[in-house]
């Protein structure tokens, strides 16, 4: 069988995953079973063309090289992972989350992103941003919760301003004709003056940077993420986000370059993302809310990263082990990702589906519970937190390297400054990612059960803790294994020379043995003996216990200008005659500074002047009309 | 053959330092002291005794003094103590940052799997510090790499020490010196002598444990102590970390010769210096940041 077969197999497949639950009502399983057929066959034909090397031309103007070959991998593997979770995950939400609904919009959404990523003309290109970017609406409002309709309107407005962010931006691009296809534009791009190139590119930055939720627009990713069904939540972070940086990248191919002010308003974006995302990533104590957070951390490193790069390149420096470092990092970064993302949805949605809650503060116990999957998550955890022996602390160890060795090269002052002000952020972030993962990991699995349904949590089915096994398994082995392949087969050879790669066999193997040697000293006591925890005498509570609030504290305190928590105490008196005898209720928040400080100002000014034109709209026909000839006699004079 | 016996003899010195500093703080607040062979006693007569475990722990409860002993370990081999030689991947200067913070995530999850308000507290602090002391920890590791032009630790020997690079190595050694005490839990940052929730840190999280596992994570931090105790002073004087076999007795004399002064060190700080409010930590990490980042732009300027 040809690829190109293949291919049209595989996106059929997608398609009919779809078709199946709308056709044939309750049968998810068939859906399922479709969609792993549909991606297996997808990753087949990525994986092909990425080893080979060779250019793929596919039918309905897709191509595929070996950049786009990377990310349908990722979406093939994705869409794979979260089919066999949704097997078992989604039977259990029979009534918040039909089948029918998720699937279909499923279906859609995997396709939309192939094509995104394969499109080689604008068009094409749009329309499949526009179906991907609908079908994740109709996810993340899957339950048809209030809560739920409220991030999707939130996540739909969002997404059009990126979208006529992206129209307007590609419409100085292609000078007006929406038509053209990479290379046309590229044509364009070159004729272009720099104050034009600048603002394109800056546009097209604010329309994928919002999709990848970049701070200041990452307002909706937060609310929205955490509303879909866990398996949908795991590709919407761990995939589309990567899909949106690839938009991003698709740009840069076809411009002749990048401005120095651009690449200077990307590196400060993408910096802003990795602490906010980070900061706020420390406090929450929804589960996926966290994990979203954290999402919007990791897509700021990454695009920091790029933004390093193209900095890099404008001042004319070119150290290879530097470059290769960077770009090593955020090829290595968006796989890890992208693994211990999903892996964590997976494992926190099969969480949520047994105990009923997505609050880390009713969680607890559960590693007694569940030994075997505990270490699944455990694992996860230390990748989110970036720590060895896990790829992702192999890809950030690349990261920094990469930044001191700018340093240790003689270059200004001013670009040694600049790395050393990005390596500080990035050890910021680091610090506050390694807080969240281990505050998330050990509040919710450490420790006694919290609540009567933690502690009669029943066994998980094997389709919901299978996914999140492969992703561990991932995440442990892409530091592992990456090394030999990037040296044997990608002529990665100058990372190992100069030094940018460290050998993470060496590492993981002698922490084991130093492990293994504690065990042995670990044995040598007179045996173990089963006690309470001690207590000075007062049993202790499961209440006693630090809650994931709680354990934040001093976090919240020390970034309490930037976090704004707020604090009130309402206190209504039970009797006239003492007022100590009274009903007290305490309301506590953490405020988004964004949303305050940017968002709801918007809005307010968006109210004021609906206000005012309100008055022109008073029921009288003979002003409307009026409006509308002014309005054609003005669009004459423009035309004109 | 030189990297076991860099191992062996920081196994073997470890708890040394420890007894030093407690010998020196006692005698410098007029105290007798108890002899500095103590705490070798101490591990001992733990190794011996029977473990108690609660109830409402997991599995992770007994992996953690494994982690943290492996981590401490990976620490005595990848930073030079005796002998300038480390091995390529584990001297790496952001691996040894990576392994320093994969030690405490695990003693927080120790902490945190005990069911016990203390354990947790001392979590959650520590944590807190971990997190806040991260990006001056960066820039203190960038600061070791520019200085010695090498990403391991094995090319310390040869820090150019000249009129010239003076200021810009005390910008970093103190910025390190910093560093060094927090991730040590030592003054100003945490008190290792009490057992009031109120100081408490590290020994909160170690509340739990006993026997055999306790003295894995007693003996763990005291190797910690040892190993990047005296790495400011190695970064000072670097002729005193050998580069190959010649002068073992000399070497070892080196060695222990800095124990004793970085002991001594240790122990004036506690006496001079007051506990600082662990909620006064950020101007205890925003210090060290800002040293370290002055070190870091003195040395590129140089």
Not at chain 1, 293 to 305: K, N, P, R, T, V
Not at chain 1, 331 to 339: A, K, S, T
Not at chain 1, 422 to 442: E, N, P, T
Not at chain 1, 485 to 510: C, P, Q, R
Request: a positive charge.
């Amino acid at each position: 069988m040809t690829t190109t077969a293949l291919f049209s197999i595989g996106i059929l497949l997608t398609l009919c995953s779809g078709l199946v639950t709308l056709i044939a009502s309750r049968r998810n399983t068939l859906a399922q079973v479709v969609l792993m057929g549909g991606s297996l066959c997808m990753g087949y034909v990525a994986m092909q063309t990425f080893v080979t090397g060779e250019m793929l031309v596919l039918p309905a103007f897709f191509v595929m090289k070996s950049l786009e070959a990377f990310f349908v991998l990722l979406i093939a593997l994705g869409s794979f992972l979260a089919a066999v979770f949704a097997y078992g995950y989604l039977p259990r939400y029979r009534d918040e989350f039909p089948a029918r609904r998720v699937n279909s919009a499923m279906s859609l959404f995997v396709v939309g992103m192939y094509a995104v990523v394969l499109a080689t003309s604008l068009p094409v290109f749009l329309v499949a941003w526009e179906l991907m970017s609908v079908s994740a609406y109709f996810l993340i409002i899957a339950d048809r919760s209030p809560a739920s309709l409220s991030a999707g309107l939130f996540y739909f407005i969002m997404t059009h301003i990126g979208l006529s962010c992206l129209l307007a931006g590609f419409g100085i691009f292609a000078q007006g004709s929406f038509l053209g296809s990479w290379e046309v534009l590229r044509a364009h791009a070159e004729t272009l003056s720099l104050p034009w190139l600048t603002t394109g590119l800056l546009l097209l930055f604010a329309g994928f940077g919002s999709k990848a939720g970049l701070v200041p627009l990452h307002g909706w990713l937060p609310h929205a993420h955490p509303q879909a069904p866990s398996h949908a939540s795991a590709l919407l972070s761990g995939v589309m986000l990567p899909v949106a940086f690839f938009g991003f990248v698709r740009v840069l191919q076809i411009v002749p370059g990048v401005p120095f002010s651009v690449a200077l308003v990307i590196l400060f974006c993408g910096l802003l993302s990795a602490v906010f995302g980070a900061l706020y990533a420390t406090t929450e104590h929804d589960v996926k809310k966290l994990l979203a957070y954290s999402s919007i951390e990791h897509m700021g490193l990454i695009f920091a990263a790029l933004a390093s790069i193209l900095l890099l390149g404008s001042v004319g420096f070119t150290v290879s082990a530097v470059t290769t470092g960077l770009v090593f990092f955020i090829g290595i970064h968006i796989v890890n990702h992208f693994f211990f993302k999903v892996g964590l949805f997976f494992s926190y949605g099969a969480v949520t589906s047994e105990i009923h809650t997505r609050n880390l503060d009713d969680m607890g116990g559960l590693a007694q519970t569940w030994p075997r999957f505990s270490a699944v998550v455990l694992l996860l955890s230390l990748a989110a937190a970036a720590l060895p022996p896990t790829g992702v602390f192999l890809g950030e160890w690349a990261l920094v390297q990469s930044l001191v060795l700018v340093m240790m090269s003689q270059v200004p002052l001013v670009v040694s400054i600049v790395a050393l002000a990005v390596l500080s952020v990035v050890g910021l972030s680091a610090g506050l990612a390694l807080f969240a993962a281990i505050k998330m990991f050990s509040v919710s699995f450490l420790g006694r059960a919290r609540t009567e349904h933690s502690a009669h949590a029943g066994a998980l089915p094997l389709t919901l803790t299978l996914p999140p096994l492969a992703c561990a398994l991932g995440v442990v082995m892409s530091g592992l294994v990456v090394g030999p392949f990037l040296s044997g087969e990608m002529k990665g050879v100058v990372l190992l020379a100069e030094g940018v790669l460290v050998d993470m066999w060496l590492v993981a193997g002698m922490l084991t043995v130093f492990a293994l040697v504690g065990f042995f000293i670990q044995r040598m006591g007179r045996g173990v003996r089963v006690t309470d925890t001690w207590d000075c005498g007062a049993p202790l509570t499961p209440r006693m216990q630090y809650t994931a609030t709680g354990f934040a504290a001093p976090i919240r305190f020390f970034f309490r200008t930037i976090l704004g928590s707020r604090k009130h105490m309402h206190v209504e008196p039970v009797t006239s005659t003492n007022t100590w005898i009274a009903r007290r209720t305490l309301t506590w928040e953490i405020r988004s500074f964004w949303e305050d400080a940017l968002y709801s100002r918007i809005v307010n000014v968006l109210h004021r002047i609906s206000e005012w034109v309100r008055r022109i709209q008073n029921g009288v026909v003979q002003l409307y009309i009026l409006v509308v000839i002014i309005t054609l006699i003005l669009t004459t004079i423009i035309a004109l | 053959m030189i990297l076991a016996f860099n191992l062996v003899s920081v196994l073997l010195c470890a708890p040394l330092m420890v007894g030093c500093v407690r010998f020196f703080k006692a005698r410098l607040q007029n105290r007798r002291g108890a002899p500095v062979y103590i705490p070798y006693l101490q591990l001992l007569s733990l190794l011996k005794k029977e473990e108690t475990i609660t109830r409402h722990s997991s599995w992770v409860f007994r992996v953690v003094p494994l982690v943290v002993f492996a981590t401490a370990l990976f620490l005595a081999l990848g930073i030079p103590t005796v002998f300038a030689v480390v091995p390529e991947s584990v001297g790496n200067v952001f691996v040894l940052a990576g392994v320093l913070a994969l030690g405490s995530a695990f003693l927080v999850m120790g902490g945190m799997d005990t069911a016990s308000t203390f354990g947790n507290m001392g979590s959650s602090r520590e944590m807190t510090l971990a997190t806040l002391i991260e990006p001056s920890v960066f820039v203190s590791v960038a600061a070791l790499s520019l200085l010695t032009g090498a990403t391991t630790l094995g090319a310390i020997a040869q820090v150019p020490v000249s009129m010239t690079t003076a200021g810009p190595i005390l910008l970093v050694v103190l910025g390190l010196i910093y560093v060094v005490l927090l991730e040590n839990a030592r003054y100003p940052v945490d008190n290792p002598a009490t057992h009031l929730e109120l100081t408490m840190v590290h020994e909160a999280m170690l509340l739990e444990y006993s026997g055999p596992s306790l003295a894995l994570l007693e003996y763990a931090s005291a190797i910690k102590l040892a190993v990047l105790g005296t790495l400011p002073l190695a970064l000072l004087l670097p002729w005193s970390v050998a580069s190959s076999f010649e002068n073992i007795t000399i070497s070892v004399m080196v060695f222990l010769f800095k124990i004793v002064v970085a002991a001594l060190g240790i122990a004036l700080i506690e006496t001079a210096v007051v506990k600082m409010r662990f909620y006064r930590m950020q101007e205890y990490t925003g210090i060290a940041y800002l040293i370290s980042v002055a070190g870091v732009i003195a040395l590129l300027a140089l």
